[in-house]
């Protein structure tokens, strides 16, 4: 099922194409400061910039191949090309922690000065307010369509402000105040918070594709939704799951034995209408049960 306003395709799209666009001119950057600088956080806001450019591109990838229509071979869509991508990325960026990690250890062991600090904080400045635009624009996209390759895309580039922001310490502390351990030291929490960033994203990306549980606030409210309305008595096996932006509901739900079918179908359509309201992009099945039915009847063998 693929996003029934246009508009929201379009918007996915050039916030994913937006991303691998900054990731490069970002990457840039950083490898000319390092060259000049030769500084593990450095190094470090590097290599993350450098996955950065696959992460994302690969996420544009995903983002097309999700937004696709359903087809004879995919009747509930291409959702789950989003948390492929998501689990992609979590393994890139955990590889860039363990990266990062040792790099981080030998510089320790072996201590070396920075040069060319202040070009290094001009870089950093610059890298922070380029990308807090992109996350505040991603964050945005993400409200309105709940695509979680964009988010997962808009969580490490979070992670990237907090790594810029460790390498402008590491610089200031190895150049100015005589700690060449600064640096290193730095790099090393910038590992750590890129490894818990990985897994966010590996865990959000593996529950989807096991078809974990939308969360229990969002379940708990379809239930109310259910409830409310003065014709349904109770409800039974509801039923979700996430695939990329959309999510799939299933539910039971219990009516008076003495109302017509017609009656029965249009409470349905009711609740199914609200449900959607709340939740655009869901595929919604609902079954009308008779108030206080169990199980079925066994059929007689004739």
């Known amino acids: 099922m693929a996003p029934s306003d246009p508009n929201t395709g379009r918007l996915m799209r050039r916030m994913a194409l937006a991303a691998v666009i900054t990731a490069m001119a970002l990457a840039g950057l950083k490898t000319m400061a390092f060259a000049l600088t030769d500084s593990m956080a450095m190094l470090g806001s590097l290599a993350d910039s450098a996955l950065d450019i696959f992460a994302s591109f690969l996420n544009l990838l995903a983002v097309n191949q999700a937004l696709t229509p359903a087809d004879r071979e995919h009747r509930f869509g291409h959702g789950k090309a989003e948390p492929l991508a998501g689990l992609a990325q979590g393994a890139l960026i955990g590889g860039s922690a363990v990266f990062l990690a040792f790099e981080s250890i030998q510089r320790l062991l072996v201590p ?7 070009i290094g904080l001009v870089v950093m400045a610059v890298s922070i307010g380029v990308t807090l635009v992109l996350v505040l624009a991603q964050r945005a996209v993400v409200r309105r369509t709940g695509s979680i390759a964009i988010s997962a895309d808009s969580a490490h ?5 907090l790594v810029n922001a460790g390498v402008i310490v590491g610089i200031v502390g190895a150049s100015w105040l005589g700690w060449t351990a600064a640096d290193p030291v730095v790099g ?8 818990h960033t990985a897994w966010s994203v590996f865990r959000q990306s593996y529950d989807q594709l096991m078809d974990h549980e939308l969360p229990e606030a969002d379940r708990d409210r379809i239930r109310d939704i259910l409830l409310a309305h003065a014709d349904i008595h109770g409800i039974h096996d509801l039923r ?5 932006m959309q999510c799939f509901i299933q539910v039971h739900i219990e009516l008076d ?3 017509r079918l017609y009656r029965a179908h249009q409470i349905s359509d009711e609740v199914e209408a609200r449900i959607r309201a709340a939740f655009p992009q869901a595929e919604i099945i609902i079954h009308q049960d008779p108030k206080g039915y169990e199980k079925p009847v066994a059929l007689a063998q004739s």
């Open 188 to 195: 090393l929490l910038i590992a750590i918070v890129i490894a």
């Open 112 to 118: 070396h000065a920075i040069t060319n600090g202040g």
């Open 240 to 244: 979700t799951r996430g695939a990329g």
């Open 157 to 161: 580039y979070v992670t990237d402000i």
């Open 257 to 259: 034995p003495a109302l």
